[in-house]
């Protein structure tokens, strides 16, 4: 049997030559919208997806309509793949490329809701998240950076963002700040 004759095979070479290369790029978007489908926070990792903001509204309100009534986890939407969850007046939303791994962008998702649970002590509702908005991007910055994951434990989120579940802000001292005094400190005994 030939390859045109083979249908199998014809779809095995239709799919190598569609198939892209593996990317470190994973995220696409992520976006937390109120229970009315209203944008809180987004950022869009991908300038060619939805290049405006009109788009980007079009887009949220399309996943919106589609997803705040589900059960479900997962979505397929306008060729992207969307993992959600939904929290008291919450919606967060991750969204990757049609060939994402889902089990990534939820582990993306839910080292996001999980950071945010804790920074926010639990109360992960609309007036808190407002009334936290900086730590909200700290969280969203520390997890993906241009569409990167850079981290998935939330523990580890809220340690570099200087929060803890049970206090306020850890200090005024940043992370960076600490390691500049101690090299100094090991710099000067060194030189003595």
């Not at 997803?67 to 992207?80: P, Q, S, V």
């Amino acid at each position: 049997m030939t390859a045109q004759s083979c249908p199998r095979q014809h779809c095995a070479t239709t799919m190598d030559s569609a198939a892209l290369e593996p990317s470190l790029y994973t995220v696409k978007a992520v976006f937390i919208l109120d229970n009315d489908g209203n944008r809180l926070l987004s950022k869009y990792y991908d300038p060619e997806l939805y290049p405006s903001m009109k788009e980007q509204k079009n887009f949220e309100n399309n996943v919106f309509n589609k997803t705040h009534k589900a059960d479900n986890e997962i979505a397929f939407l306008e060729g992207m793949t969307i993992v959600y969850k939904s929290s008291i007046d919450l919606f967060f939303y991750v969204v990757g490329s049609p060939q994402e791994n889902e089990l990534m962008l939820m582990a993306v998702l839910n080292c996001l809701f999980e950071s945010l649970s804790q920074m926010l002590r639990k109360n992960v509702e609309k007036r808190t998240l407002l009334d936290n908005m900086d730590g909200v991007f700290l969280v969203v910055d520390e997890i993906i950076d241009g569409g990167v994951i850079l981290e998935s434990d939330p523990q580890q989120v809220i340690e570099k963002v200087n929060y803890r579940a049970d206090d306020s802000p850890l200090s005024e001292q940043s992370v960076a700040q600490v390691l500049q005094s101690a090299k100094e400190q090991i710099k000067w005994s060194i030189l003595k």
